[in-house]
T-cell receptor, first 116, second 112 residues
Framework: AQTVTQSQPEMSVQEAETVTLSCTYD???????LFWYKQPPSRQMILVIR??????QNATENRFSVNFQKAAKSFSLKISDSQLGDAAMYFC?????????????FGGGTRLMVKP | KAGVTQTPRYLIKTRGQQVTLSCSPI?????VSWYQQTPGQGLQFLFE???????NKGNFPGRFSGRQFSNSRSEMNVSTLELGDSALYLC???????????FGPGTRLTVT
């Protein structure tokens, strides 16, 4: 079974600074997808960024980028120019691509605090 | 386009009762997945429905069941409620398995 681990329960960053959230996963599959989701206090889960395992290029979405290291099974999220609105729980998630449908396996989450 | 909607948003039930939660996916989305979120266990996959068929099921007891209707709306049912079923239940929809999942706001279930 796949597992996803987020080793940082809490992180804090100063507004306008850069922060990196860590995620490692364990899988025997070669083809899969990785995601970062954000869950603000309002609780609605929002997709931040996704990465296909077959793509070597790291995904970027505006201030959000990932460092995908397939051999190391590592998938970290970098948030540049942090804003107060970035404060939330961040979840790393894995989805296989072998008849796994849409089942996501989530990490335990990292609470990000942004200091003004 | 309207997002994923879940009803009700809050629910209080007594141990032993049963409950039905509803999820309306984004228009055109055929896949609906359900997740349970608790402080202790985190986010756990319950099941997924695609075109009215259950495609995947997580490791939950048979008290948890679901279904999907022809208009892609989905319901999940929990029978014989236990205190440990208190959680936030999240629903997510997507076009197919190759597309991103969009989550609803969740239903907060409290079992007393």
């Amino acid at each position: 079974a796949q597992t996803v681990t987020q080793s940082q329960p809490e992180m804090s960053v100063q507004e306008a600074e850069t922060v990196t959230l860590s995620c490692t996963y364990d899988t025997s599959e070669s083809d899969y997808y990785l995601f970062w989701y954000k869950q603000p206090p309002s609780r609605q889960m929002i997709l931040v960024i996704r990465q296909e395992a077959y793509k070597q290029q790291n995904a970027t979405e505006n201030r959000f980028s990932v460092n995908f290291q397939k051999a190391a099974k590592s998938f970290s999220l970098k948030i540049s120019d942090s804003q107060l609105g970035d404060a939330a729980m961040y979840f790393c998630a894995y989805r296989g691509n072998n008849n796994a449908g849409n089942m996501l396996t989530f990490g335990g989450g990292t609470r990000l605090m942004v200091k003004p | 386009k309207a997002g994923v909607t879940q009803t009700p948003r809050y629910l209080i039930k007594t141990r032993g009762q049963q409950v039905t939660l509803s999820c309306s996916p984004i228009s055109g989305h055929r896949s609906v997945s359900w997740y349970q979120q608790t402080p202790g266990q985190g986010l756990q996959f319950l099941f997924e429905y695609f075109s009215e068929t259950q495609r995947n099921k997580g490791n939950f007891p048979g008290r948890f069941s679901g279904r999907q209707f022809s208009n892609s709306r989905s319901e999940m049912n929990v029978s014989t409620l236990e205190l440990g079923d208190s959680a936030l239940y999240l629903c997510a929809s997507s076009l197919t398995e190759t597309y991103e999942q969009y989550f609803g706001p969740g239903t907060r279930l409290t079992v007393t």
